[in-house]
């Protein structure tokens, strides 16, 4: 595939650490509190105290794509748009690290990409040539990653409205569309409209749309519960 094309019509061109070649590692000292550094350490915390995460984790395992964190996580910085990315190329999934500066939102992002990676492992999604199935997993992510929980809605200063969580979820999905995609407004709504049912009603692996942590605790033992049940069979 050309670079260029690749750059400028799968958002390549957002994470520019992709195409460069990798920058030599200082010492421990000088690296001890760069950006990198901090987004190693939330990334750590997000993947062992997060039960999105730990569930998201435990799912991609059992489906035979067990997640390697220092093969499928990458710390780079972004353009200053994006908060992460997964890289179907590589299966990787990229953290913005000058982006990414609270634990809550690593811990958010971290979720919405493994949706993502998680995708990517059971349904064998066409990521660069079906608009359809990047629509799906954007939905699906939106949906269920907490990108969309009222209390940060209600930080964004957006409530109040009927069907609000599903009308967030959309305009999510169609905003990280044409963020990666060289395609109009009119196309892309027009594809989230026609999957936004069934995708928005897929909630594997959580059962249901976890709105809180206190869901996501709640689904992750069902779905511990579940696999020790089935170990026993």
């Not at 590692?25 to 939330?42: D, P, R, V, W, Y």
């Not at 919405?112 to 998680?118: K, P, V, W």
């Not at 699906?140 to 979820?169: I, M, P, T, Y």
Request: with cysteine; charged share 25%.
């Amino acid at each position: 595939m050309d670079q260029t094309k690749q750059e400028e019509e799968y958002g390549y061109d957002l994470f520019p650490e992709r195409n460069s070649p990798k920058f030599k590692k200082g010492s421990f000292a000088e690296n001890l509190f760069t950006f990198n550094h901090k987004c190693q350490i939330m990334l750590q915390f997000a993947t062992e105290t997060s039960p999105y995460a730990k569930l998201l984790l435990s799912a991609m395992k059992s489906s035979g794509c067990k997640v390697f964190k220092d093969r499928h996580f990458s710390c780079e910085d972004c353009d200053g748009s994006v908060s992460g990315g997964f890289d179907a190329a590589s299966s990787q999934i990229v953290l913005c690290q000058n982006n990414i500066h609270q634990q809550s939102h690593m811990t958010r992002v971290v979720t919405h990409e493994l949706i993502h990676a998680f995708d990517h492992c059971r349904a064998h999604v066409d990521w660069f040539n079906n608009y359809r199935h990047l629509a799906c997993s954007e939905i699906r992510a939106a949906n269920l990653s907490g990108d969309c929980s009222f209390s940060n809605e209600v930080a964004r200063l957006n409530f109040g409205l009927k069907e609000h969580h599903q009308e967030c979820v959309r305009g999510r999905a169609l905003r990280s569309i044409l963020a990666v995609r060289k395609i109009s407004r009119v196309e892309a709504e027009k594809i989230v409209d026609e999957v936004f049912d069934t995708c928005f009603n897929d909630h594997a692996p959580f059962g249901r749309i976890p709105h809180s942590n206190k869901d996501a605790k709640f689904a992750n033992r069902e779905y511990e519960s579940r696999d020790r049940y089935h170990a026993n069979l």
